[in-house]
Structure formats: structure tokens, C-alpha cells
């Protein structure tokens, strides 16, 4: 992988954040959990409380599964008092008016195997479109960013376009996110002649339209 810069590394997480709960929508945890290089977890959209864990929380708690479920009040004392105040602060806000492929990145000060010292965690996560309303959360270790990527990127399914125009993706409205999928997925079998424009951002013709979608966007000649 070449060089990237913090912001992009950044970026990168947030887009594996989208592609993991789009995996998950269609196979269970179980599946998926263990092979991911980094903690995943799915939280309680009431309480945060952990319902699902992958290995490497356990690795970095030094609880085993288990004690994360059936001890909660013992295993929330690894995050910072701090952490746990400002939390409800902040989250609840944001899944209540982001949209479905809007993602957040926030730290965590946990204690890590079983340590005394807090260190930080960026945490990455997004409105829920998974069953029961479960909060899907990434957490990685900053010193790990660049290390463990191409491992994830082999388990996710890596959509260059999403990748390509990440920053872009995430400022349209759930229902353009569907039009644009179904360009996607379209087999191209000409180009379109005009090329379109949403939120002031002008996108490249990238498939064959039916008419009758056509009205679903702004065009441009």
C-alpha cells in the first residue's frame, strides 16, 4: 500500500466501518467477527451495553466474552470515567440525525490487557441499519492504523468507487446513495451524455439509466 497520510488513514476507517455493517447485514457475526484485525462490537442503542464482541476485544480487555456480557459493571471499568460521562453527550445526538452511511470517529481512554494506565483508542461508528437497531463500533489502536489494513481489506468487499469518492458518498441522502448503487451495479453499455450534479459535486456518467430515474436527480449539461 502506498504512503497515506493521517486523514486519509482516517478516512479509510470510516469506509471500513460502512462496508463491515453492510457485511453484517447479510451474515452473522460469528462469520465475520474473528477474522477482523481490530475490536468490533455491536452495542445496545439504549445503554451501549456490548451484545456482540469479536476475539480482539478480548485480546485488549483481558476479559473473555463471557465476563464481557454476564459482568458488565466489572468490564466497563476499563474505559476512562471521563469516557463513559461524555459519551451520552455527543452519541445519542448523532444517531438520531445522521444519516445511514454517515460515520463518526471518536476517542476512547480504555485500559488495555489488564493494565492500570489508560491509553487511547479511536473509535469508529454509524447509524444502525442492523437488526434490533445495534450500534456497530470499529476501535483500533492508533499505532496499528497502516499495520493491519490490508487484512481488512481482503475480508470486507472493497468498492473503489465508494473509496474513491468517500467524502463525497457520505454528504448524499440515503435515497441518491440508492440511484447512484443502481448506476453502479448497471451494466455500461454506453456512456450517458450528460453528467449530473449532487450537492454542487459533478459526477462522472458511470452507467445506462432508465428514464424513469432520471428525475431523481439534478442533471447538467
Sequence with gaps: MAYLTEQEQLERFEYYTLQLEERLEGESFGTI???????????????????????????????????????????????????????PQFLPAFY????????????????????????????????SRLPNGLLLWLMVNPRQFGKESKKIERIIRMDEFKMNHFKRFQQLTDREVEVLN??????????????????GVRWKPIGRILKRNWSLIHTKT
Design 96 to 127: 438520531a440525525t445522521a444519516s445511514a452511511q454517515q460515520t463518526l470517529a471518536f476517542v476512547q481512554y480504555v485500559k488495555t490487557y489488564r493494565g492500570s494506565d489508560f491509553a487511547p483508542y479511536l473509535s469508529f461508528t454509524k447509524p
Design 33 to 87: 467477527g474473528d477474522q477482523i484485525p481490530f475490536g468490533l462490537q455491536l452495542s445496545d442503542p439504549t445503554d451501549f451495553r456490548l451484545r456482540k464482541a469479536n476475539k480482539k476485544i478480548t485480546e485488549y480487555s483481558g476479559f473473555t466474552k463471557e465476563e464481557v456480557y454476564e459482568k458488565w459493571d466489572e468490564y466497563i471499568k476499563i474505559v476512562h470515567p471521563s469516557t463513559i460521562k461524555s459519551i
Design 182 to 199: 443502481y448506476w453502479r451495479m448497471a451494466a455500461i453499455t454506453r456512456p450517458l451524455r450528460r453528467n449530473f450534479t449532487c450537492h
